[in-house]
C-alpha cells in the first residue's frame, strides 16, 4: 500500500512491483541466507522505493489529525478508504516537500 496514490512524483504500486521485481534481483537479496536479514534487506529497499525513510513522525502526527484519527481508540479497525486517506495524506505532505528532479 505504500504508493497506492497517483500524483507526480509518487511511485505508483504498479511501478513499484515492476521495479521491485527487477532491482531486488540486480542488488543480489535473495542471496543473503538468515531469512530475518533478508526480509529486512527487502523491506529497506522498498521503504526507500517509497520514500518513506523520508517520513518524520511529526508528518505522520500531521496525518493522523487531519483524517480525524488521533482521538481514535488504539484498538479500533481501519477500513481501506480510511487508511489510503491517511496514506495519501502523508504522500501527499512528503511530495510538497521532496525536491523536483
Known amino acids: 500500500m505504500c504508493g497506492t496514490v497517483s500524483s507526480p512524483g509518487i511511485v505508483t504500486f504498479v511501478q513499484l512491483q515492476i521495479q521491485q521485481s527487477k532491482e531486488p534481483r540486480a542488488q543480489d ?42 482521538n481514535l481508540d488504539p484498538n479500533t479497525e481501519l477500513n481501506v478508504s480510511r487508511l489510503e486517506a491517511v496514506l495519501s495524506t502523508i504522500f501527499y505532505q512528503l511530495n510538497k516537500r521532496m525536491p523536483t528532479t
Open 29 to 70: 537479496l535473495d542471496r543473503i541466507r538468515l531469512s530475518t536479514y533478508r526480509t529486512a534487506c527487502k523491506l529497506r529497499f522498498v521503504q526507500k522505493k517509497c520514500n518513506l525513510h523520508l517520513v518524520d513522525i511529526w508528518n505522520v502526527i500531521e496525518a493522523l489529525r487531519e483524517n480525524a484519527l488521533n
